[in-house]
């Protein structure tokens, strides 16, 4: 399969070609000739899939004819974060070189009066956080009425950030003929009725089920108690224990991302820390020294979770045991990229276990101990107490919104392992089918956290 034969025009065939891609990735491969006809998609990929490209070359290619309007944008793509915005507008840098096309980025956390500019002179793309999109609707800046395709892109996280009424209240204001593609990298009740109210006979394209995304990435659990310091320690211990490039070390709270930062500062680790609540040019300034290597570690919540595209990820640590089993997923796909091999290590604590067992449920396997236990099971003893701890596990990001409106503490209903049933059982990873406990490049004397910080270098 080569990108000659997806539909895509001669000038997106020569973009794609610059930018070095050889051949559409499996979602490019469905998704494309779909989408250059004007049909609806209804993607669930994840990131690292090559699904922005998968809806960036066709809009380029059905954007090459007509133009655009002052304040009137032909196209809509809304991205949960703005890092993830960001991103996609990169990729138009990228691919839509040679276009000349009007990209306005709007998101929160930078002035209006760029993005207004943007606005006036017509914008054939506009690619925004859904807060900050109906700021400049409600200031008269922005006219919906124009938009010919309209992209819903990372819909799961838009549910998760509270999104959900905002993305139904935009999408009533544009055209009922455009074009909708809709990703997802899962499927829960409330993001299937939403596809099911805003998309028109959409063609289905499922890529990698969430559950298959881990086979290149090699999964560890360590035990640990629930006392901080001990916690904190454990997470050292592991991040000495494998022969880290850069690794993302993800906490469930706010809170806990500035602690672990300082703690692993104060232990000579070259770290840095991303949660939702920094400013976006803290955030911007922490992720470019994380992507040219200046750090080589990065605390961080889930929100900065679908927001980085960093192909060169060695290690995941996740602090916590993620609430939402689908949280864990995400989190664990910043490694093993592109084919690569991955590794993620989780602590686990006696009163994780109720989520850790959610997780292999949705995974359909048990992710072996770095001990070389066998049981999926800490010690039982401490569970009732998980939703009582006061600890924020089953709150996340304030308790901003709830999917359904519930709070979940531990392995909830939320858990849905049905709901990919309809999903090809993966085959186990080999890795984790051979049982084999020790992590890949096991230390060789060489995890100091100055080591560590020194291989730093991007590849
Ligand atoms: P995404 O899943 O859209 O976040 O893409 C993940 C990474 O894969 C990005 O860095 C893309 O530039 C890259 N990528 C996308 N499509 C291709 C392709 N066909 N060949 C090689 N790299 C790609």
Known sequence: MSFS?????????????AAGFDKPTPIQASAIPIAVTGRDVLGIAQT???????????????????????????????????ELAAQVAEAFELLGKSHKLTVALLIGGVSYDEQDKKLDRGADVVI????????????????LNGVEILVVDEADRMLDMGFIPDIERICKMLPFTRQTLFFSATMPPEIARLADNFLHNPERIEVSAPATAAT??????????????????????????????????????????????????????????????????????????????????LA????????????????????????????YI??????????????????????????LKAIEAMLRQEIPWL????????????????????????????????RGGQ???????????????????????????????RPPKAAEGNGRPQRAAEGNGRP
């Open 371 to 402: 001990d070389g236990a066998s049981s999926s099971a800490p010690e039982e003893a401490a569970e009732t107490e998980t939703s009582e701890r006061g600890n924020g596990r089953g709150r996340r990001r304030g308790g901003r919104s709830r």
């Open 128 to 143: 925004a956080t859904p807060g900050r999109l109906l700021d400049h609707r409600e200031r008269g800046k922005l006219l």
């Open 5 to 17: 034969n997806l539909g895509l025009s001669p000038k997106v065939e020569a973009a794609v070609e």
């Open 216 to 297: 290149t990435i090699v999964q560890r659990l360590k035990k640990t108690s629930d006392e901080p310091a001990a916690k904190r320690q454990a997470l050292r211990e592991l991040m000495k224990e494998v022969d880290v490039k850069n690794a993302i070390i993800f906490c469930n709270r706010k809170k806990d991302v500035g602690v672990v930062f300082r703690s692993l500062q104060r232990h000579g680790f070259n770290v840095g820390a991303l949660h939702g609540d920094m400013d976006q040019r803290q955030r911007t300034a922490t992720l470019d020294a994380f992507r040219n290597g200046t750090i080589a570690f």
């Open 48 to 82: 690292g899939t090559g699904k922005t490209a998968s809806f960036v070359l066709p809009m380029l290619t059905r954007l090459e004819r007509g133009r655009a309007r002052a304040r009137m944008p032909r196209t809509l793509i809304l991205e949960p974060t703005r």
């Open 407 to 437: 709070q979940s503490s531990g392995a909830s209903s939320e858990a849905k392992p049905a709901q990919r049933s309809e999903a090809p059982k993966p085959a186990p990873s080999p890795e984790a089918a051979e049982g084999n406990s």
């Open 330 to 355: 995400h989190r664990i796909g910043r490694t093993g990229r592109a084919g690569r091999e991955g590794f993620a290590a989780m602590l686990v604590t006696p009163k994780d276990r109720k989520a």
């Open 300 to 327: 961080a919540s889930d929100v900065a979770a679908r927001g980085l595209d960093i192909p060169a990820v060695s290690h995941i640590f996740n602090y916590d045991v993620p609430v939402h089993p689908e949280d």
